[in-house]
């Protein structure tokens, strides 16, 4: 059943989420997954090993997606793409004809909002199939680690949909535990690690990974669920960070081996942070999922461990498109009817107790007051700036507007009709409702667009809540003799209407845009990362040489 992109500042989803996240989060204290995977798979498992390449190139094709699963319109287009046997795109006056992987490596968030079996079922598994029905040979495989939306149950259903040798369209999973290796040509490596909701990589992982056969001179690429470069401030390095940097200084490095390339999602958009000559920072969470702004992104990372800062290179939509769209937020009384309608029944609590008071005298201004101070109190709370000072500022006039807009029909009621007559007061009631669905959610949404440059948690959410389908993207890798090169794939409208295809065969989609076409284009010049670099000695934190 094709699903529409989730509604992000649904009361019904923002309680299930919380919900979620406070669950998963105590599992992940008490009963670790991965600990369990381990216990029942006793042998340490041995990378998937690929040594076949395409036989008209003499390069072996990989691909990479994440943050998928949400509405269909976004995932199915980005399937079709990665389901074609050969994707065409042009940059800077040349084509590239680009085959489909041999593999394709999901990076996390497989599933939105909840990884329920339903869910998996009519947003991954439905779209993915569609897009390539099969059979195809040779077939290739899927590989996944999972992101945070996959750890809300545990990791339950995950384990059932990629760890189980089932297919998903014409791709095989192959994994048999929920972080993998995969064995590349060249003395490359694809190393994809369970992070679980930022908790320590277990004992068993680790071992999996110091066992897998990685040796001295070895180019690593890294996928990992969250880009945790972007939490590191001055004097403050998050855990997320820590833990990344802790597998590569404990399991790569004392292999001899050097991490080329780190792939993440997470955040839905496409940015590469880069130094010239090292590694290469690269978020392509575009699978499918709303879209998340790049105009708040730091121009340069210092990370730990580095002299120079990573710069960003690259980003989609770029910065100047990303905050545009942010006014798109305006549209809430559309967006999100559910938080409309809560802010309706509000208002019309505020009007009626307020034409009330007027009417019945003191009394009511009791009510007056409560619900006041519950509207308040609820938007001072969800104005979470970094300082108490700023969170009262910011939350104190966006409790102010609503108050404003809550009582003006009960004012302007009394004054056009008197203050006597329940007529007059359910009027005011009335009012109060379609003024805080319409204009109420407009002001929400106004707050969201002002507030978000200054209040962390908004950033997010002022494009989430419009759940915008477009801006998708995912990677195409190639790798031969002379290295790896990455073509970064975007895709910059999404069909919203699609058409069953009359004659089809096996590697074509059973659904095709119901007018025009779905473009791909190339978000940047193909990134090329050599077979090796030459090595600088900087300082780590331990006082060692890198």
């Not at 040779?138 to 999972?146: N, R, S, V, W």
């Amino acid at each position: 059943m094709p699903q529409p992109m989730v509604s992000w500042l649904s009361p019904r989803i923002l309680v299930e989420a919380a919900l979620r996240v406070g669950v998963s989060s105590l599992f992940g204290e008490y009963a670790d997954k991965r600990e369990f995977q381990a216990a029942l798979d006793p042998e340490p498992g041995r990378p998937v090993a690929y040594g076949e390449v395409d036989k008209s190139d003499g390069a072996l094709w990989l691909d990479f997606v994440a943050d998928l699963a949400d509405g269909f319109d976004s995932t199915y287009a980005v399937a079709c793409l990665l389901g074609r046997p050969r994707l065409g795109v042009r940059d800077g006056g040349r084509d590239y004809d680009l085959p489909r992987g041999r593999a394709l490596v999901m990076g996390g968030d497989e599933v939105y909002s909840v990884p329920t079996r339903a869910d998996y079922e009519n947003r991954l598994r439905g779209p993915y199939a569609a897009a390539l029905p099969g059979p195809v040979s040779p077939q290739p495989d899927l590989l996944a680690i999972p992101g945070n939306h996959d750890w809300y149950d545990g990791l339950t259903n995950f384990l059932r949909v990629f760890c189980a040798e089932r297919d998903i369209g014409a791709w095989k999973t192959r994994q048999r535990r929920s972080y993998f290796a995969l064995r590349l040509p060249h003395r490359w490596w694809l190393l994809g690690i369970d992070i679980q909701l930022d908790t320590y990589i277990d004992d068993s992982q680790l071992a999996y990974f110091k066992g897998v056969g990685l040796r001295r001179g070895d180019r690593v690429i890294l996928v990992t669920g969250k880009p945790s470069w972007v939490k590191v401030r001055p004097g403050h390095e998050p855990a997320s960070h820590r833990n990344l940097r802790y597998f590569k200084e404990h399991v790569v490095k004392p292999a001899g081996a050097e991490v080329a390339v780190t792939l993440t999602g997470d955040l839905h958009h496409y940015a590469r942070y880069a130094i010239e000559g090292e590694d290469q920072l690269i978020t392509a969470g575009g699978g499918g999922a709303y879209l998340y702004p790049t105009h708040q992104l730091n121009s340069e990372l210092r990370l730990p461990g580095h002299r120079t800062p990573h710069r960003l290179v690259e980003c989609f939509p770029s910065a100047e498109e990303s905050e545009q769209l942010t006014w798109g937020a305006l549209g809430l009384p559309k967006l999100a009817r559910g938080l409309c309608a809560l802010l309706a029944v509000l208002y019309a609590l505020i009007g009626a107790s307020l034409f009330a008071a007027i009417a019945s005298g003191p009394g009511w201004w009791v009510a007056v007051v409560a619900v006041a101070l519950v509207i308040a109190g609820t938007l001072l709370g969800y104005a979470g700036a970094r300082s108490s000072l700023a969170r009262l500022v910011v939350g104190a006039q966006h409790a102010l507007a609503h108050l404003v807009l809550a009582a003006l029909p009960a004012l302007i009621t009394t004054l056009a009709f008197g203050a006597d007559g329940a007529v007059a007061g359910l009027l005011a009631a009335a009012v109060s409702a379609a003024v805080g669905f319409s204009l109420g959610g407009v002001t929400f949404g106004l707050y969201l667009v002002l507030s978000h440059p200054f209040v962390p948690r908004h950033v997010n959410e002022v494009l989430a809540c419009q759940g915008i389908p477009d801006y998708k993207n995912f990677l195409r890798l190639r790798l031969d003799q002379g290295g790896l090169t990455i073509y970064p794939i975007g895709i910059r409208k999404v069909p919203r209407r699609w058409g069953r295809v009359a004659e089809r065969g096996p590697e074509d989609p059973v659904l095709a845009p119901a007018e025009g076409e779905l473009v791909a284009e190339l978000i940047e010049p193909p990134i090329e990362v050599p077979v090796s670099r030459r090595r600088e000695h900087i300082p780590d934190l331990d006082g060692g040489r890198r």
